[in-house]
């Protein structure tokens, strides 16, 4: 069974910056994408960057472009957001998610497209 735990969510200023952190177990596939999501109350959940198991294909919300980085460390199948310049609107619970084997590439910032998800770390930037 594929576990999604996250870490290293909490409040900073605008302008400041907090690195995300997921890790997953029970994975059996070889090929797979890892993505970060977030969602604020009243508000469906949205896509914000994504990366295939292996780390050479991301794909990133146009919000976060220039801002956000998203990269893994196969080996401890983690997978990590850096935030940068952070802003007032970026506040949010931010979940991570692992794929199945059959995603493509075009659907990989949609929620439907996981089906193993963590339980979500707070994210809150104060301007």
């Known amino acids: 069974q594929v576990q999604v735990v996250e870490s290293g969510g909490g409040s900073v200023q605008a302008g400041g910056s907090l690195r995300l952190a997921c890790a997953a177990s029970g994975y059996t596939n070889r090929y797979y994408y890892m993505a970060w999501f977030r969602q604020t109350s009243g508000k469906e959940r949205e896509g914000v960057a994504a990366?295939?198991?292996?780390?050479?294909?991301?794909k990133y919300a146009d919000s976060v472009k220039g801002r956000f980085t998203i990269s893994q460390d196969s080996a401890k199948k983690t997978v990590y957001l850096q935030m940068n310049t952070l802003k007032a609107e970026d506040t949010a619970m931010y979940y991570c998610?692992?794929?199945?084997?059959?995603?493509?590439?075009?659907?990989?910032?949609?929620?439907?497209?996981?089906?193993?998800w963590g339980q979500g770390t707070q994210v809150t930037v104060s301007s």
């Open positions: 998610a692992a794929s199945s084997s059959t995603t493509r590439f075009a659907y990989i910032l949609r929620p439907s497209e996981y089906p193993y």
């Open positions: 990366i295939d198991s292996i780390g050479g294909i991301t």
